[in-house]
């Protein structure tokens, strides 16, 4: 595999590179293959306390918007965060392929106090490199893995490093499943082709995972049909809606730079135009935030979005703010 299927795919069908028609709008759902040389047993689940989260609902994760490559930053994001959400969701930045490990990041993330859910990209790993970090993951009792695919070779800064694409998302899900890990994955309801892609989350399901974070695509009505198709295909699995994150120009720019997502009508204009854009972005997250947890299946949502490089801090109080106002109190802490 060259590159491999994500929801970065334009309205046209072309590549989130803008220089070519995607490779996989035209072909069908692949069936799930099971990874070839795995082993076959499952571990016991990891304890964790976000199963039980998840069935209670009204799940609150963040985008954990920590500098990649500088604990500091770790430390100083989760010292924000700890209390006002209920996990941060950190995956590898697509800003910068050179970065810390993840399960040395997760782990980072845990010192802080935080429940870290880890997430594991595809590109730049093949799958024993994969395995060992999740076996690392498993040790360390992090509470769950994210598993997607990741993004084109020619995105982020190190376009000259080769990407590997070994396995896909699904099948890193049934390895992150035989790990005893609480596995997520990802899917993109209003990217092409859009009448397979509660098929395509089917077979990621099939692998085992628990849970889909539904990326943006417009608000709570899209992701209501998005997860009644699902259903109608005999799954069930916890959701958690993205809800975007902007409190000022970069970082509504830096979400208008995700290719395939779809934000509400005059989400952005509201909250820019607005005389306090930090205090109407907070807001609008929070009003969405709550619309999207009154649809049937889903289980929390995902405050999604990042700053602008040395705004860090200023974005992590924005998150905790809006983590607060959706009714995280006390919210659990990982063992230190």
């Keep these: 595999m060259v590159h491999g299927p994500c929801g970065g795919v334009s309205a046209d069908g072309t590549c989130e590179l803008g220089d070519r028609r995607c490779t996989f709008v035209d ?3 692949v069936s799930r293959q099971p990874v070839l040389g795995a082993g076959t047993g499952t571990a016991e689940p990891t304890p964790t306390d976000l199963r039980g989260l998840l069935r209670r ?4 994760v963040a985008d954990f918007p920590g500098v990649a490559l500088d604990a500091g930053s770790v430390a100083a994001v989760g010292e924000v965060l700890r209390g006002t959400v209920h996990a941060v969701l ?3 930045s697509p800003r910068s392929r050179v970065q810390f490990p993840p399960a040395y990041r997760a782990a980072l993330i845990r010192a802080s106090g935080l429940h870290a859910w880890t997430g594991l ?6 799958r024993v490199a994969l395995e060992g970090e999740l076996a690392a993951l498993a040790h360390l009792g992090v509470d769950a893995v994210h598993c997607v695919t990741g993004d084109h070779p020619a995105l982020g800064s190190r376009a000259d490093a080769a990407a590997v694409f070994d396995l896909d998302s699904t099948q890193l899900a049934e390895l992150a499943v035989r790990a005893g890990m609480l596995t997520s994955v990802g899917e993109s309801p209003t990217a092409p082709p859009l009448d397979q892609r509660a098929a395509r989350l089917v077979e990621k399901l099939g692998a085992g995972a628990e849970v889909c974070f539904v990326n943006h695509c417009g608000g709570a009505r899209p992701v209501r049909a998005f997860v009644a198709q699902v259903q109608d295909r005999g799954a069930d699995p916890w959701f958690l809606a993205c ?9 509504a720019e830096l979400l208008a730079s995700f290719p395939g997502f779809v934000l509400p009508p005059g989400f952005l204009d509201r909250i820019l135009r607005s005389d306090d854009p930090e205090e109407a972005g907070i807001a609008a997250a929070v009003e969405l935030g709550e619309e999207l947890m009154t649809v049937p299946g889903v289980a929390g949502v995902n405050l999604s979005g990042g700053s602008a490089p040395g705004a860090e801090l200023p974005f992590a109080r924005a998150l905790a703010e809006i983590g607060r106002r959706l009714g995280v109190r006390a919210a659990p802490t990982s063992a230190r």
């Design 243 to 251: 809800v975007p994150v902007v409190v000022d120009v970069a970082s």
């Design 90 to 92: 950190a995956g590898d």
């Design 121 to 126: 990209t595809c590109r730049d790993r093949n």
């Design 27 to 29: 072909v069908p759902v």
């Design 57 to 60: 609902g009204r799940v609150v």
